[in-house]
């Protein structure tokens, strides 16, 4: 099964600061179709997961630009440029490439 | 508009089978796949499994020897059947559309205690 790694575990910030949160791979998720199906959702507290960003760097609909995806092969990036304070929450990465699908471990973003 | 949304018991006791059901509306089951994940309290997400559009079905392999997962299209339905309930099986409940997770329910909490 493909594990998926999630840096850093926690992370705190301050509004208006941009961070980043890495998803690495324990293979590559370049699918035999040229996609590579790695998604990042956020889940605030006691709500289900929000897709944020699919296929490496496609902003869901209704998700502000602040958020963006970056990477290829076995390393990606979630970066959000200028935290506001609802960005509080738990972000995952997963993958849809290989089956099993996988989660990454998460990371929790809290605002000082 | 696009809702997904489980149901089924909140208590299940040790050795049982845990049953829920997933109604969705605003699509169709033979157009979209539904795949369950689960999160026991206070910890990640775990997939488990998946129907496919074309009926196809998946497992996670830590969970395949209990797990099945059914559906209804006549009834926009997705069923998911789990044995053998552990205390470690405690999690909320959710399904979701497609392998982007582009819509969720809100989850059903599941206890399996005595």
């Known amino acids: 099964d493909v594990v998926l790694t999630q840096t850093p575990p926690t992370l705190s910030a301050t509004i208006g600061q941009s961070v980043s949160i890495s998803c690495r791979s324990s293979?590559?998720?370049?699918?035999?179709?040229?996609?590579?199906?790695l998604n990042w959702l956020l889940q605030r507290p006691g709500q289900p997961p929000q897709l944020l960003i699919y296929l490496v760097s496609r902003l869901e609909s209704g998700v502000p630009n602040r958020f963006s995806g970056s990477g290829s092969g076995t390393d990606f990036t979630l970066k959000i440029s200028g935290v506001e304070a609802e960005d509080l929450g738990v972000y995952y990465c997963?993958?849809?490439?290989?089956?099993?699908?996988?989660f990454g471990s998460g990371t929790k973003l809290e605002i000082k | 508009q696009v809702q997904l949304k489980e149901s089924g018991p909140g208590l299940v006791q040790p050795s049982q089978t845990l049953s829920l059901t997933c109604t969705v509306s605003?699509?169709?089951?033979?157009?979209?796949?539904v795949h369950w994940v689960r999160q026991p309290p206070g910890k990640g997400l775990e997939w488990m499994g998946r129907?496919?559009?074309?009926?196809?079905?998946y497992y996670n392999s830590a969970l395949k020897s209990r797990l099945s997962i059914s559906r209804d299209t006549s009834k926009s339905q997705v069923f998911l059947k789990m044995n053998s309930l552990q205390t470690e099986d405690t999690a909320i409940y959710y399904c979701?559309?497609?392998?982007?997770?582009?819509?969720w329910g809100q989850g059903v909490m599941v206890t399996v205690s005595s």
């Open positions: 605003g699509f169709s089951l033979m157009d979209y796949s």
């Open positions: 979701t559309r497609t392998g982007s997770f582009d819509y």
């Open positions: 293979q590559s998720l370049l699918h035999s179709n040229g996609n590579t199906y």
């Open positions: 997963v993958q849809s490439t290989h089956a099993p699908f996988t």
């Open positions: 129907m496919k559009y074309d009926g196809d079905t």
